[in-house]
C-alpha cells in the first residue's frame, strides 16, 4: 500500500514552511513546471535545492514538464528539460493535465 499527498504549492514562497516538513518524510517527490513559463523551469534549481537540503538527497525525484498540450506556446524544449533531469539524477516525464497525457505514468 502507498500513501500519496499531493500538494500543489504553485511555487508560492508562502507555503516554504509546509513543503519543507513534508520533504523530510518523503520517499519520492515530483517537481513539476509549466512548459509555457520560462519562468517556472528557470525556479527548478530553488526548489530541487530545498529538496535536496530537506532530503539530504535519497529520494526519488520525478521532473514533469506540465501542459504539453499547449505545444505552440512552449517556451521550454523537452531536450532542456532532459538535460536538466538528468543533470540532476531525476527521471522525466512529460504530461498533460488537461488531456491526461501520461498522467497515470507518472504517479
Known amino acids: 500500500m502507498v500513501k ?3 500538494w500543489d ?19 519520492g517527490v515530483l517537481i513539476v513546471f509549466d ?9 527548478l534549481p530553488k526548489w530541487y535545492g530545498r529538496i ?9 525525484k520525478l521532473l ?4 504539453i498540450d499547449l505545444e505552440n506556446n512552449r517556451a521550454v524544449t523537452t531536450d532542456l528539460a532532459k538535460e536538466y533531469a ?9 504530461t498533460s ?3 491526461s497525457t501520461n498522467i497515470e505514468e507518472a504517479f
Open 4 to 6: 500519496i499527498q499531493a
Open 9 to 27: 504549492t504553485a511555487g508560492q514562497e508562502r507555503y516554504q514552511a509546509i513543503t519543507d516538513a513534508y520533504y523530510q518524510g518523503a520517499k
Open 52 to 60: 535536496q537540503d530537506a532530503t539530504e538527497g535519497k529520494i526519488v
Open 86 to 94: 538528468k543533470k540532476n539524477n531525476m527521471m522525466f516525464i512529460e
Open 97 to 99: 493535465a488537461l488531456d
Open 64 to 67: 514533469i514538464s506540465n501542459k
Open 35 to 43: 512548459v509555457t513559463k520560462e519562468s517556472s523551469f528557470s525556479n
